[in-house]
């Protein structure tokens, strides 16, 4: 039976010593989408989608509504019914661009579900995932929120900022986060979009361009990391829960497997580095307010 892994994710499970556990796992990705995932993403009030510019970027997105933004259409697509907002790079990049991975997370539950595919923009405006790939993940590093609707502040559009390096506050935001996201890309395989966690200052922040954090144990299959050892290529996504803005980072990332580095940072199995090469903040980019309930238990100190 071919493998569900691409040469890249085998490559870091292989050195990660998890090859069987992998191949065990792997078994729960599918081509559809379960019934049992057709109600949980009618729920949801946002996902966040990985996507690739021109020049072949990923960019990590979030889009948001209320709940029913995104409907299954049958076993195979899913519509959301929602535009980026302004500045945001998937609204290009959906127009030349069809590789995309997204991911929904109920951040009170701790469940997430992972699909990646195709996309395309329908005649009615929203946007069509065609699945390759979907499964569900487990809930480990997820910190727990609950959301509710945030009246906008004023009626004006977002306020977008773009440079090539990281500004102090944009530094202290990075350094004081719990949560991020990360777009990987394969030239063949498609984009992948998935979710770290841990501890606020699990982030190291080295200057105004580079950036380091540790990779914990998880499920073994490597999707992003697996990407990133073919295509450096990554982006980032941090959301701020409680003012509705976002940032996001487009830039190269490397694995990290010198036992003395690792070592800084407790509970790591690897690190990866980040360099940036292009910054887009977004003030009032979503009308969602999250309230903290707990970290995740799996966090390290």
Not at 69 to 89: C, F, K, S, W, Y
Not at 157 to 182: K, M, N, Y
Not at 278 to 297: K, P, Q
Request: proline share 6%; charged share 25%.
């Amino acid at each position: 039976m071919a493998s569900v892994y691409h040469a890249g994710e085998l490559s870091v499970q292989e050195r990660a010593g998890v090859r069987e556990m992998a191949d065990r796992i792997g078994r729960s990705i599918g081509s559809t989408i379960p019934p049992a995932a057709w109600n949980f993403l009618r729920s949801q009030p946002m996902v966040v989608v990985g996507s690739v510019d021109t020049a072949r970027r990923p960019w990590a997105s979030l889009l948001t509504g209320v709940p029913g933004l995104m409907q299954v259409v049958n076993e195979h697509t899913v519509r959301i019914d929602a535009r980026p907002p302004a500045g945001d790079p998937l609204g290009d990049n959906l127009q030349v661009n069809s590789p995309i991975g997204l991911i929904a997370i109920e951040f009170a539950t701790r469940r997430r579900m992972r699909l990646n595919g195709r996309a395309e923009v329908g005649e009615d405006g929203a946007i069509y995932i065609h699945a390759h790939q979907v499964y569900f993940n487990c809930p480990k590093y997820i910190q727990a929120r609950r959301w509710r609707g945030r009246p906008p502040e004023s009626d004006s559009a977002p306020i977008v900022q773009r440079q090539s390096i990281l500004a102090p506050d944009q530094q202290r935001w990075i350094h004081e986060a719990d949560t991020f996201f990360i777009a990987s890309h394969h030239p063949e395989e498609g984009t992948d979009v998935s979710h770290r966690g841990g501890r606020p200052g699990f982030v190291r922040v080295l200057n105004g361009h580079c950036l380091v954090w540790p990779d914990y144990p998880g499920n073994t299959m490597f999707q992003s990391l697996g990407n990133i050892a073919v295509n450096p290529e990554a982006g980032l996504l941090f959301v701020d829960f409680e003012k509705g803005r976002t940032l996001q980072l487009t830039g190269r990332a490397r694995i990290l497997w010198d036992r003395e580095r690792i070592a800084e940072f407790s509970g790591a199995e690897r690190l990866v580095e980040f360099n940036t090469d292009e910054v887009v903040e977004i003030a009032g980019s979503h009308a969602l307010e999250w309230r903290f309930l707990d970290y995740a238990a799996e966090n390290h100190a």
